[in-house]
């Protein structure tokens, strides 16, 4: 069974910093290509990072790019995301993502963790 724990999250002032983890479980985690996702109130899910199982350099929303670095531990069977000058329209839940079948084109993500909570007061 395939779990997804999403910690890190809280209140933080607006130019503050937080980092994300999300601990994975009950899957072949170095080729499973890894995601974040944020949910705003009132909004739909957005893509916010990536990295391929493949390796390589990971991709950003271009809201996040320069601000977020992620990150992932395949010893560890953890991603990470460190999110830096957080603005008050990065509030939203954050969602860890996996693409647990290994595959060379786009990733197509079927589990998912819970949310961790992201709060930035202006």
């Known amino acids: 069974q395939v779990q997804l724990v999403e910690s890190g999250g809280g209140l933080v002032q607006a130019g503050g910093s937080l980092r994300l983890s999300c601990a994975a479980s009950?899957?072949?985690?170095?080729?499973?290509?890894m995601g974040w996702f944020r949910q705003a109130p009132g909004k739909s899910r957005e893509f916010v990072a990536a990295?391929?199982?493949?390796?390589?350099?990971?991709n950003y929303a271009d809201s996040v790019k320069g601000r977020f670095t992620m990150s992932r531990d395949n010893a560890k069977n953890t991603v990470y995301l460190q999110m830096n000058s957080l603005k008050p329209e990065d509030t939203a839940v954050y969602y860890c993502?996996?693409?647990?079948?290994?595959?060379?084109?786009?990733?197509?993500?079927?589990?998912w963790g819970q949310g961790t909570q992201v709060t930035v007061s202006s």
């Open positions: 993502a996996a693409d647990t079948r290994p595959r060379l084109g786009a990733p197509q993500y079927d589990k």
């Open positions: 009950g899957l072949t985690f170095s080729r499973a290509s």
């Open positions: 990295i391929r199982w493949t390796g390589g350099s990971a």
